[in-house]
Each structure stands twice: as C-alpha cells, then as structure tokens.
C-alpha cells in the first residue's frame, strides 16, 4: 500500500526532524513518535491495544499533530509494509542512499525463504518429534530494517507448527507466538526495530516477542547469538568511501573480506556463515558487484572454500529497488564444504536456470561467479582460460581519472584562438566515445588538456604509440593511437611494454572471442544501459595465447585494419576473428551459439 502521506505533511515533518520547526522537545524523534502514534491508531482500528508502541508524550503528540490529521483513513488494512513506506518517505534521500535503507518486497522475500527456510521445515516434518523439532529453530536477519523477512518468516513456521500438532494442536494464536520466539532480529537504527515490532504485531494479530537487538550485527552480538539454522534478509549495500570512518579500522581488523574498496554487504556475507551452525543456510539479497568486482575476491575464495553454494539468482532485470542503482542477486548457501560433485542452480538475468558443478562455476579466473552462465557457456569460458599467457598488470596505465580534470578540458575553438606557444602546453583529449575496434572515431567536439591535468609521467606515456582501450564500452574493443594524445578514462598499452606486436593485441581484444569472454565474466559490474566497466585488472586478466603461437600473419593483418572500410574491412574482420577462435582451439559456430545465448540473456537487461 502506497504511504498516505502527501507532500505537505512530508515537507513539514522533514523540517520538524532537521530542528526548524522549533516544536518538538530536545532529543525527541518526530520519525519515531509518528509512527507509534499510526501504530496506535492500527491496532485501535483491531480492537487491539498497542502493545510495543514507543511512548510518546503529550508536547510530542501536539507538535506532530497536524502530520498525523492528513494521514487518510483506513488503519484497519494497513500492514507494516505501510508503515516502512511512510518512513522511508521520511527520509532524506541522502541519509537513505549512504544508509542503504531499502526495504525489501515481498516476492525476493517469498523467494529466499522457499530456498532457505522451507527446506528446514521439511526437515521437521521427517524429525521424531516434529512440532519440538519447529520450536527448535532459531533464524537470524542481521539487518532487520522495517521486519518484513521476519513476519514472513513467522507466518511460515506458524503453518509449519499447527500442521505438525494437528486437530489436537495449539491455537493460531500460541503458534504465531512460538514462530516468534525462533527469530532474531538486529538493526542499528532504533526506529527500524520499532518498525520491526510493529509489523509483527500487525502481521501476527496476536502478541508475542521475537528477540530484537538495538546494535550492529557486524559488532558484538547477546550471548548465545549464534548456531543459527537459518540467517537471512537483504544487508544494506553501502559503498567502502561512504562508511564512517569510525568503522572501517575495526571491521578491517575483524573480517576478512573487508578489503579494497568493498561493499558493506560482503562482511555481511562472512558474518553470516559464521553465525550458522553447520549445515546452517544463508539466504540474502545483495548486490551482484561482489561477484566480479575487485572487491569481492575475498568473499567469494570464503564461498567457493567454506560452503555448498545452493542458489544464485540473477535480479538486474527487476526493479527491486525504485529509485536505487542496484542490480540485486539472490545468494542461498548452505554452512558446509562443497562435496567434489556439488551442484549450484543459477539463474541467470534472463530466467533460465542451470545446475552446474560448484567447483566449475567457481574455478574461473580470481573466482568470478559469471550471472549469465549456462552449461555450454561455462565449459567454453573455461577453455578459453586454459591459455597460459596474461598481459602484465603495470604494462596497463590508465588515463587522466582525478575528479573534474576532463571538465577543464579547452574546445577546439579556444584552442585554435592561443598562440604557437601556448598551444604546446595541451594535448587533444581522448576519451572513451573516440574509440572503436581497429580506429579511433572522429569526435564531433574535440577538447584539449592542458599538461597542468597531466603527471609528467603521464604526458610522457602519453607522447608514446599505443594500443588503448574505453575505460567504459558495450563490448571490449581496442584501436591504435599515434601518440601525442591525453587519455581520459582510457586503458594504454604502449608499443613495446609487452611482448606482443600491437597488431597481435589488436586482433585479441578486437575478437569476438575475447569480447564474448569478457561480457560473460565481468555481466556482474555491468553499468546503465548494459555498458562494461574496462579497467587494468580486468585486461590484465584476459587468457591469452603465448606471443609466439600467434603467426605474424594476425598482427600484420590486424595492423591494417584502420585503413579498410566497407566489405573490405568486414572480409578481413571474419578473417581475423578465424584466426583468434583457431588459437583457442573454438569453432567459429560454437561462438556464435555462444554469443546468441549470452546476448539473450543479457541484452533486455533493466538499463
């Protein structure tokens, strides 16, 4: 249900919370006090009392008065789905991104807990005594937020519970009350677990009490908090540059996986495994960037070693999240070391699902986790990777990339207005727009840098020939350059850094080959619009025959590609791409299947 708030009443409850409407008292939450006074009026419209509200006081009460008097009525449906939006609404937007406070709707919900929490209650059912065997169990969402995975969480073992006692069972009510003293909820926000107890109280219709913590499930956590059966929810995707300060020595120190620029969500991930007993499951939502990115390395080494991988489930086609640039993934995996035949199912962005042997899926180079892969796709990108040859990392020098130096970029006109003398302090900018396979493109607004943007070591490599590639690309590409050229957010290889020809380099990262590769790896990182992130890692990444098994014939071929045009140029490209599927041991039609596979599905991905 959409909140029913309209904007006025937003825009004064925004003002009271930033201290200039001068109404509420020192130290009070107008978020908190709203809400406990909507609560109120849910539970009166049950016929219930409120058991759980916050207490608001009565100078409370008066100052958010007019907030409440525009809220419509019809307190009788409202659930806490209804509640989480109106406090979401509340938020800042800024406070909300760097948070990462976005609920979760009901089917991701619905469907991590069919992989996670239905299995476990299946186990009951088969159990000596299965009804003790429910109250038993004891599931975790260490990032609660408004409760949602936690209500339906309860209704789940409430179902399981009255169908294991039978006709001479508990009532609805004593089961709801049971479900809830096997859930365990964390949250660091105070009024995200007043929400939590809300939305149980409204889902439930009846009291009982989960066990809730006021704190940050990456700290410390109650005794006893551990062994759980079951740890899920959807933890906040918070940038590494946007945590606090506070917390980033400590967390540094206590995990693993916090390394590089991570993502919040990945100590999550070891949090969780190490929260579970054995055999325990973990089922979250969480944003696909930890299955390529740089940053996810650790986290996935921990998946691939520590646990069986049960489902991975693809979402940048949905808008799980409106308004948040986050491509989700559903991640189930079971506390226990892969047995050498263990089977993930994977879903990819286009619906398919495939089962495929965990120790292929997670074999592949820096044990990327590929979201589009299917059988045939897994088994070719693993022959490509059998080539035993890689450009070396610091042979890739990236361009100009400080915050704001493109901007001071001159136009050809002022340019063309400076002297002789002046003009020999810029360079004509390259961006990633004036790249394409084997040339560079002809921009419609050239701009000029001047050396003041640019290292001295930059402006040197810079002078140099080289073969670069677009820092951001629909398909991997790669074209000559003369020299004499600032790069932008470019990739440069210059002429001799490596042991292979520039025409060699060209034809590889040209190939259909290569780019079907790279798309089929690194899909995970993919930008609005289907666009690739290129950066040296990446490239430098790339299996590649060794220089000397590529005839000369490639690289002279290659070379001279920029020249060609028409059908010309479209003869010697099938050419060139032969002669690359032939060192890798493809067939030029197996690729094409390849490609026809990944492309459908990937190319109607959410832009």
């Known amino acids: 249900m959409v909140a029913p708030l309209e904007p006025p009443a937003l825009v004064a409850l925004r ?34 009392l409120a058991t759980g509200a916050v207490a608001v006081a009565p100078a409370v009460r008066a100052a958010i008065a007019a907030e409440v008097a525009v809220v419509t009525a019809g307190g009788a449906t409202w659930s806490g789905r209804t509640l989480g939006a109106i406090y979401e609404r509340l938020l800042d ?7 990462g406070i976005y609920y979760t709707p009901d089917e991701p919900i619905a469907c991590i807990l069919t992989a996670t929490l239905d299995p476990l209650l299946a186990a009951c059912a088969t159990a000596a005594d299965p009804p003790a065997a429910i109250r038993a169990i004891r599931v975790l969402d260490p990032a609660c937020g408004a409760g949602y995975f936690l209500a339906a969480a309860a209704g789940r073992i409430a179902a399981a519970l009255a169908a294991a006692l039978g006709s001479a069972g508990g009532t609805a009510a004593a089961c709801w009350t049971t ?11 105070p009024v995200a677990l007043d929400l939590t107890r809300y939305t149980l109280a409204l889902a439930g219709g009846q009291d009982g009490a989960a066990h809730l913590h006021d704190g940050d499930a990456l700290a410390d956590l109650p005794p006893g908090w551990a062994d759980f059966d079951g740890v899920v929810g959807n933890p906040p995707y918070v940038a590494q540059r946007a945590q606090a300060a506070a917390d980033k020595a400590g967390r540094a120190a206590r995990y693993q996986t916090a390394r590089g620029q991570y993502d919040l969500s990945v100590l999550f991930i070891e949090r969780g495994l190490s929260l579970l007993r054995p055999g325990g499951v973990l089922g979250y939502l969480l944003p696909n960037g930890f299955m390529a990115a740089d940053y996810g390395e650790p986290v996935r080494e921990l998946l691939a070693r520590r646990s069986s991988l049960l489902r991975l489930e693809d979402r940048s ?167 004499g050229q600032a790069l932008g957010r ?3 290889i210059a002429d001799g850094a490596t042991a292979y020809p520039p025409g060699a380099l060209l034809a590889l990262l040209n190939s259909r080959l290569l780019a079907w590769y790279y798309r089929f790896l690194y899909w995970p990182v993919h930008l609005s619009g289907g666009y690739l992130r290129v950066n040296s890692t990446y490239l430098a990444r790339l299996p590649l025959p060794p220089p000397q098994a590529i005839p000369p014939v490639i690289s002279e071929q290659a070379a001279l590609m920029g020249a060609l045009d028409g059908a010309a140029a479209q003869e010697m490209t099938t050419w060139l791409d032969e002669q690359i599927c032939a060192l890798y041991g493809v067939d030029l039609a197996e690729l094409t299947a390849a490609e026809l596979t990944l492309t459908a599905l990937t190319s109607d991905a959410r832009a």
């Open 15 to 48: 003002r009271l919370r930033a201290g200039r409407g001068g109404a509420l008292p020192a130290g009070e939450s107008p978020q908190r006090a709203l809400l406990a006074v909507l609560f109120e009026r849910c539970m009166a419209a049950r016929g219930r």
């Open 490 to 492: 470019v990739y440069a």
């Open 317 to 483: 086609r949905s808008l799980t999240f409106p308004g948040a640039a986050a491509y989700p993934v559903i991640l189930v995996a079971r506390n226990t070391p892969p047995a050498a035949d263990h089977r993930i199912v994977v879903r990819g962005p286009g619906g398919s699902e495939a089962r495929l042997a965990q120790r292929d899926f997670c074999g592949l180079d820096a044990t990327i986790l590929p979201a589009a892969a299917t059988p045939a796709g897994l088994a070719l990108a693993r022959r490509i990777a059998t080539q035993p040859s890689r450009l070396p990392g610091a042979a890739i020098r990236c361009g100009v990339t400080q915050a704001g130096a493109a901007g001071t970029a001159i136009s050809a006109t002022d340019y063309a207005a400076l002297t002789d003398e002046a003009q020999a302090d810029y360079l004509p900018l390259l961006q990633t727009q004036g790249i394409a396979p084997y040339r560079l493109r002809q921009v419609a607004k050239p701009r000029y840098l001047h050396r003041s943007a640019i290292t001295p070591g930059q402006w040197r490599a810079f002078l140099r020939p080289s073969v670069v590639v677009p820092g951001v690309a629909r398909r991997l590409a790669a074209a000559p350059c003369g020299g």
């Open 179 to 189: 479900a809830l003293s096997c859930l365990y909820g964390v949250d660091r926000d």
């Open 93 to 99: 937007p800024a406070t909300r991104r760097a948070g």
